[in-house]
């Protein structure tokens, strides 16, 4: 048993209305914590001065007056209710319509940008020169017959200065 299940259900307890099973280890607890016997006391004190307490007398017009009221309120939310359900059932479609409106639209710019990247023409890529590369240079050290001798540029001619 702790403390704060005591002072939750202190209400409870002063009322009688536990369950038997945890009475006897309530008392046990009550009797040891001196927190939880002031608590109890407290709630036991309020409950006698709610008893002792004189009821005010209601006049006459009281009760019709509350009956009235709240038949009033109850037929407000009531049309409010149903002001609610109205324009609930007006904003689905439109609601359906946005939403399917919006997935369109991000597909198309989704599929755009992939179809941008996975087809994007060979002159875009910036790695491909735009004139031919003499690669000599690098080739000229190499030993005859090997890479150097295969060398053939894109035009289907040899490289300067090698001859067939």
């Known amino acids: 048993m702790h403390c704060t299940w005591v002072q939750r259900h202190a209400m409870a307890i002063c009322e009688g209305t536990l369950p038997e099973a945890e009475k006897s280890e309530l008392e046990t607890h009550i009797r040891n914590c001196t927190r939880c ?21 209601l006049s006459a017009r ?16 009531a049309v409010a209710g149903k002001q609610w359900v109205s324009w609930r059932k007006r904003l689905q479609p439109v609601l359906a ?20 990247r996975v087809f994007m023409p060979v002159t875009e890529i910036s790695a491909v020169p735009k004139e031919p590369v003499f690669y000599s240079e690098i080739l000229e050290g190499l030993p005859p017959g090997s890479l150097s001798g295969l060398y053939i540029l894109d035009s289907g001619n040899e490289e300067p200065g090698r001859s067939k």
């Open 37 to 57: 016997q002031s608590a109890v006391a407290r709630v036991a004190e309020l409950l006698d001065e709610m008893d002792s307490a004189e009821t005010p007398e």
């Open 62 to 77: 009281f009760w019709p007056e509350l009956h009235r009221r709240l038949q009033a309120h109850d037929a407000a939310r």
């Open 97 to 116: 319509c946005v939403c399917l409106l919006v997935g369109m639209l991000a597909g198309i710019h989704l599929g755009n940008a992939y179809a941008r």
